[in-house]
């Protein structure tokens, strides 16, 4: 199917076909019923009631509440299924939209970006699923209408078709035009939802420095303007729908008038009997309120169509880093704590040039390396091509002496513990936070691993200490126990590599000796990697590697590098005095 909204729904509602076929029976059997019911008045108005037969009326109109209760019955279940199968369908969406997500590399994130990605998991998904279940329970039986309307129109009179063949055409032309016009406007609202949903995320992200720097007039303004571009555009496809629905009505009531004028006449010359006027009238109804559905239909599709194409841009767009087709692991006389960079060039897509320059050293077991550099010589960039956040752009990264391009993605997680540079918490509770790595680990794991990151005293303070609620991003702690609490978070782990990206930058001098020698006796069976901007966090570091602009200038230990390497000795005599250096 080329429409991205088939394309949706065939990929999705594949498992659901027994609902849909119910749904299509019930509304058969409704609109069949619906259909009957004018005929069935038409003989006991003509009949009945005209020859004064009271047994005639009372049979006729004892099956036409049979008929009445038997569509009742059918419409009900055609609402449940269809309403089931339009929730089960969203479901699934926003599942395998959030699954998609989960796999994306920071390279299709921020293609995407986040904002626009919630959007399409929220509001695109609402309108594909408010869609099907119109289709379901309302539009599905249009068609079926029109034609049978049709079809007992035509059996009631010939001649007054042409009233119908007229509105149903003027029906088609306002339609038509709307949908023309409607298309670009819905496709334009949804990238404005984008953006006022960029602007709302970023201000309630950086609350605190939009008020540190008092521009929340400014922020309110900018607000305000993605706040009225979104109006805009819903004003504009309010203003077509607004004389689209008038227009409607008025081809329903000129069409009723014509029927009753070209009616009265024939009635008058004996050509046509009341009871199939009336019945007359009632097919016409049934036709036009039939294309006025569709019509609405057709209102709503071009939205539907433009959410269900951008919930398909995720869902198709190509994995930056894939994992392999034939997963490999470290070989039995390799120690797994081992990871290596060999010659590894990296550029971001679209650099000019390349930001990391022939990157080479390794992590061995039991010893702590240290990456130090001036902002922008690429640390965390280095760092995040260990976990394969990144994938390198040239030379390998390897892991226990395997490249991890060539690792299933779960088993190279599951062998390192990375300590991001922004610390993240999630909802919930201190012990919820720390068994995000080791879920089976119990309570007393739970408190070696914060004493070991100098945390345990405040959360015994905590009210419920383990079970202590934390908010989202850990909003009600401060940084460094936010800092302390990822730091525990690693630990609990239990990693063969530790990768600390600038992990100690919120914590003072004494909480950081304390931690780095309690961290020292913890992580003496894995390799350690420190990325640091503090040079007392790692002068006692086995290894360390000095970066400059993308490339390494110094490998070795704190006292090699002040002889030996003048970018690591300008950082040391700007952060100690001439007697700590001297130390």
Known sequence: ??????????????????????????????????????????????????????????????????????????????????????????????????????????????????????TRNTNDVQQVQMVVMMICTMILSAPITMIGGVVMALRTNVAMSWIIAAAVGLLAIVAGIALRLMSPLFAAMQKRLDRLNQVLREHISGIRVVRAFVREPHEAARFARANADVMEMGLKAGRIMM???????????????????????????????????????????????????????????????????????????????????????????????????????????????????????????????????????????LVNLIPRLFDVSAGQVEVGGVDVRQFDPEELWRRIGLVPQKTYLFSGTVASNLRFGRPEADDDELWRALAVAQADDFVRQMDGQLEAAIAQGGTNLSGGQRQRLSIARAIVKRPQLYVFDDSFSALDVATDARLREALAAETERAAVLIVAQRVSTIRQADQIIVLDDGTIVGRGGHDELLRTCPTYAEIVESQLSAEEVAA
């Open 1 to 118: 199917m080329k429409s991205p909204l088939g394309r949706l729904v065939w990929r999705f509602g594949k498992p659901y076909g027994g609902q849909f076929l119910l749904v299509v029976l019930s509304q058969f059997a409704s609109t069949l019923a619906n259909l009957y019911l004018p005929r069935m008045n038409a003989d006991i108005i003509d009949s009945g009631l005209s020859q004064g037969d009271t047994h005639y009326i009372w049979v006729h109109g004892g099956f036409m509440l049979a008929v009445s209760a038997g569509q009742i019955v059918c419409q009900i279940c055609a609402v449940y299924f269809g309403a089931k199968l339009a929730m089960r369908l969203g479901r699934d969406v926003r599942g395998a939209l959030f699954e998609r997500a989960l796999e994306f590399s920071a390279r299709e994130i921020g293609h995407f970006g986040a904002p626009s990605l919630i």
């Open 243 to 381: 004389t689209l629905f008038p227009l409607v009505m008025m081809i329903l009531n000129l069409s009723t008038v014509g029927v009753m004028f070209y009616g009265a006449g024939q009635i008058d010359s004996g050509h046509l009997q009341i009871g199939q006027l009336t019945a007359f009238l009632s097919y016409l109804m049934q036709i036009l309120m039939s294309v006025m559905m569709a019509v609405m239909m057709l209102v709503l599709l071009p939205r539907a169509a433009v959410c269900a194409q951008r919930i398909m841009e995720v869902l198709d767009t190509a994995l930056s880093i894939r994992p392999p087709a034939s997963p490999m692991i470290p070989a039995t006389d390799t120690t797994a704590s081992e990871a290596s960079f060999k010659a590894v060039d990296f550029r971001y897509p679209g650099a000019e040039s390349a930001l990391l320059h022939d990157i080479d050293f390794d992590l061995l077991e039991g010893q702590t390396t240290a990456v130090i550099g001036a902002t922008g010589s690429g640390k965390t960039t």
